[in-house]
T-cell receptor, first 111, second 117 residues
Framework: RKEVEQDPGPFNVPEGATVAFNCTYS??????FFWYRQDCRKEPKLLMS???SGNEDGRFTAQLNRASQYISLLIRDSKLSDSATYLC????????????FGIGTKLQVIP | GAGVSQSPRYKVAKRGQDVALRCDPI?????LFWYQQALGQGPEFLTY????????KSGLPSDRFFAERPEGSVSTLKIQRTQQEDSAVYLC???????????????FGAGSRLTVL
């Protein structure tokens, strides 16, 4: 089983729709969680960190479920500019900086 | 510099050639990572430096891959006797290090796209 698993998609959604992605991780000792966004042929960039209590940043909401070992990303009122690949990122050890990336979920927002 | 700088942006190598990829991290960033990203895949960890110390090289796919960061700033990833399967984007990322804070946010460079013919 991979350390971080995501549905690669693509998810094709109309503008204004709400879309959610899940990501599962295998190591229950994982401590830090992030969502990164990667545009086509560009480098990954941080979208948001994921906190235990859940957190929101504008139209984006991230949730963590430690019992089931998954994190989620919800995007409300999708914009064309949201089209990108969303990478789930997990850090396994608290004292060590290494993070593991999922394959990424591709989102295409259509007019 | 303001961001992570990588060079060259594009490299075409003939099979069997050696290549060197350079990463100039954000000034003052202690942690430096190299990742390999094949088409349609997520970034795969190669190696990690804390200052000049290479603390983890478990992701290097073979002994043809070698990385260094001799003065704790600029890093070079070297690939000897390149093979077609080495074709990928090589991403460098840096982050500040805060003791006991878990993983910090990574800032990536634009990557070096290697094509081996």
């Amino acid at each position: 089983r991979k350390e971080v698993e995501q549905d690669p998609g693509p998810f094709n959604v109309p503008e204004g729709a709400t879309v959610a992605f899940n990501c599962t991780y295998s190591n229950s000792a994982s401590q830090s969680f992030f969502w990164y966004r990667q545009d086509c042929r560009k480098e990954p960039k941080l979208l948001m960190s994921v906190y235990s209590s859940g957190n929101e940043d504008g139209r984006f909401t991230a949730q963590l479920n430690r019992a089931s070992q998954y994190i989620s990303l919800l995007i409300r009122d999708s914009k064309l500019s949201d089209s990108a690949t969303y990478l789930c990122v997990v850090n396994i050890s608290g004292g060590y900086q290494k993070v593991t990336f999922g394959i990424g979920t591709k989102l295409q927002v259509i007019p | 510099g303001a961001g992570v700088s990588q060079s060259p942006r594009y490299k075409v190598a003939k099979r069997g050639q050696d290549v060197a990829l350079r990463c100039d991290p954000i000034s003052g960033h202690v942690s430096l990572f190299w990742y390999q990203q094949a088409l349609g895949q997520g970034p795969e960890f190669l190696t990690y430096f804390q200052n000049e110390a290479q603390l983890d090289k478990s992701g290097l796919p073979s002994d043809r891959f070698f990385a260094e960061r001799p003065e704790g700033s600029v890093s070079t990833l070297k690939i000897q006797r390149t093979q077609q399967e080495d074709s990928a984007v090589y991403l460098c990322a840096s982050s500040p290090y805060v003791q006991g804070a878990g993983a910090n946010v990574l800032t990536f460079g634009a990557g070096s796209r290697l094509t081996v013919l």
